[in-house]
């Protein structure tokens, strides 16, 4: 899905299960201090240099949506968050929209596997800002620009696509009609002796 504005798009994230603390009721029943797994989410925000941001998953998510409800931060990137930690305690892959990046013909496939890590979709790609081109590298604007790129083409042409599409359907419906006409017709002929040969008879 094409994003006019890729700084409209969900930043990156993801989610990490580590030791944090201590499970207070695992430790009162076993009798020794025994570590509590808490959720991460790394976030990279927009404009955010060098490695993602680090929160506990349900408290940041939860600060989030109150700012949501107050209009400061975006209602569908919360959205996101909550899908994607759905998924990630289910055992899924996080629910991302767009181009994988992975399969993206612009560069090579090794340069491809090493951006996938960080941006999985060409619109994550696309949405990195001036300031943080340098954490991709050295052609880190070149491939930024050609992802926009791409993106915008794409959107030029969905009209195109769509009317195609129209068209491709248009003709499907036309064939079936003249499909059930030329059964109808074979049929009509193949009655056509026997009603013949009824009218003789009699």
Avoid: C
């Avoid at 569908?76 to 994988?100: D, Y």
């Avoid at 696509?161 to 003709?171: D, N, P, R």
């Avoid at 109808?184 to 003789?200: F, G, M, V, Y």
């Amino acid at each position: 899905m094409a994003h006019a504005d890729p700084m409209s798009r969900i930043p990156y994230f993801m989610f990490q299960d580590r030791e944090h603390g201590i499970d207070h009721e695992a430790t009162e029943k076993l009798g020794y201090d025994v570590p509590k797994m808490v959720t991460f989410i790394l976030i990279a925000p927009h404009g955010h240099r060098g490695d993602p941001m680090e929160f506990i998953a349900d408290e940041f998510i939860e600060r989030k949506k109150r700012e949501a409800n107050e209009g400061r931060y975006d209602s569908s990137w919360v959205s996101g968050f909550k899908e994607g930690l759905a998924a990630h305690r289910e055992g899924k892959e996080l629910p991302r929209s767009g181009t994988p990046l992975i399969n993206w013909e612009r560069t090579t496939k090794a340069r491809r596997e090493t951006l996938a890590k960080r941006f999985p979709t060409v619109e994550d790609l696309a949405a990195v800002p001036d300031s943080s081109l340098g954490d991709i590298g050295l052609d880190g604007r070149v491939l930024r620009d050609l992802a926009k790129g791409d993106i915008q083409a794409k959107k030029d042409l969905s009209p195109v696509v769509k009317e195609l599409a129209e068209e491709k359907e248009k003709t499907r419906r036309l064939e079936e009609q003249m499909e059930t006409i030329m059964k109808r017709l074979d049929a009509a002929e193949a009655n056509t002796p026997k009603r013949k040969r009824e009218t003789e008879a009699a």
